[in-house]
């Protein structure tokens, strides 16, 4: 009997924030690397905070399903890349409404040279080489992150080394 | 390690922006779940009220000639004619603040009255309460020259709403002089203060001083007897749309948005009602504009006295959710009974049938799980030939 209502208060208490799920833990561990994952696939911090923050909002909302996903940081990623491009397609459609062309903020000078050597890279490229490099996934959850198969991953890896060449020769 | 490696290490160890707190990140998760209720709240009961609504204003268009003025943008040609029946449907919805009394002021006022507005075009508040004076004052007067599209400031809570400046507007009344000031830009300078855009006129500044002494905006003051501090309903309606998209909705009385910003100007409408102008618009016969009438001499919004009508959380048992669809049916019978023979103004459009029909959903829609019946009307009318 003892046991269960402990058990019961530990749930209770989880649910009710007052024990760690672990999510603490896990989110102050990827958060400063998903912004940069976000903001050298995007090339715009504004962009890559807001989507990165919305899909950790999103993770913590749904933590008991996420925390069981062999790749939560790969969900979080590709959640908050979702949002990017929505919110990229409604600046886009504003900008044509108002006729105008919003300044977005200038990228931290630290984060322009890295920017400066990927631009060049096609958008799949540009996921692949962040999620392999900094965010530091395997090949079969950048698959599943990106929902293509392994080998695709590989191939599309092999061409963005190529391309960036010197800055990844000693891999 | 790689220089790519490296340099991105370097990214991460010394952060680029910082990282929200827990509560942050429940606050921003409540938000969005209060937005999406909103909009699947009263959707289905009302989804069939807003087709046939629209079909009636399309069936009018043809018959009808309107012409928009010219100086608006095409967009705003709906805010600035959201039928009556629309206003009447949405009614005085809960989460809508009534507006107050101006103290030692009697609530009518005699001849010409002003309608004054101070806000900024950072704020986010204030492109929710410009939407609402829009679609209110538009029943009093006629606005042209609204083309100064603004976003509100991308930094603010609620960043990026769409709406416009007041500066450079002209409107024209019989009834309303209208007075709107945009304080600031949303254009920070060196010093991290928004540029200065325009200043307050004297009365202004002697009504801000005595009605708000905090200086918060959006602050409406209508013919000294009323005033509104703040957005009269929470912006969030208007996250992630686009003023196309805003205008489209305003005449749709089950979105989200006319909830807001036509509940908001229902209150707005009420208050201008009450002014002694001689001959008063048609809207002011309304039954949105009488409650609202009644409402504001009361201080208490309807909604909150008779107790709002809340979707119940999916996972409720069947027999909150036959509860709620019982109290649903109630509120659409009333609906449909407020509609027949009546007129819209705008279309002249006549409702000469309304009829309330049910259905038990076979699966979920729309956060509504299996099992439950919906209601919905289907309205007939007759529109006047050219």
Redesign the interface.
Known sequence: MYEEDAAREWVQGTVA?RFDDG??AW??AE???L??AL??TTGD??L??DGV??A???A??KWERVRLMDSPTGWVYRVALNRVRR?AR?RS??QI??RRI?PSAPL?S??T??WS?VVDLSERQREV?VLR??IDLKESEIAEALGVSRGTVSSTLHEARKR?G?????? | ?????R??Q????????P??T?E???L??AR?QRLHQRTTSFFVALALVAGTTLVLVNRASQNVSITPPVQLAS?FVSATNVPDFTLDTVGLPAGVAVPGKVPGHAPTVSGRFTVSYVGARYCPYCALQRWALLVALSKFGTFTHLDR?I?SS?SDVFPHL?SWSFQGARYSSSAVRFLPVELTSTVMNAHGQYAVLGRLGHAQRHAMSRLDPQGEIPFVEIGGAYYTLGASASPAVLE?L???QIGDQLVNPASAVALAVDGAANYLIGAMCQADTGQKPNICTSTAAIDSQEALATGVSPATSSGALVQPPFSAPLSVWKRWSDEMHVIVLRGAASMLHTRDGSTGCTITNANVTGRVLTKPLLGIPAGVEIWAISLQGVCPHP
């Open positions: 924030g999510f603490e989110y102050g958060h400063d690397r912004i940069a903001v050298l911090i504004e890559a905070t923050d919305e950790f909002s999103r913590l909302e919110v409604r459609a504003e409404l108002l919003p931290p630290r984060a040279s890295l050597r080489i490099y900094v960036l010197r800055m990844l020769d000693e891999e | 390690m790689s220089e790519f490696t340099l991105a370097a990214l991460i160890d010394e952060p680029l922006r990282r929200p827990r942050s990140l429940q921003r998760s969005r967009y599209e976003l991308s769409a992630g686009s003023v196309q």
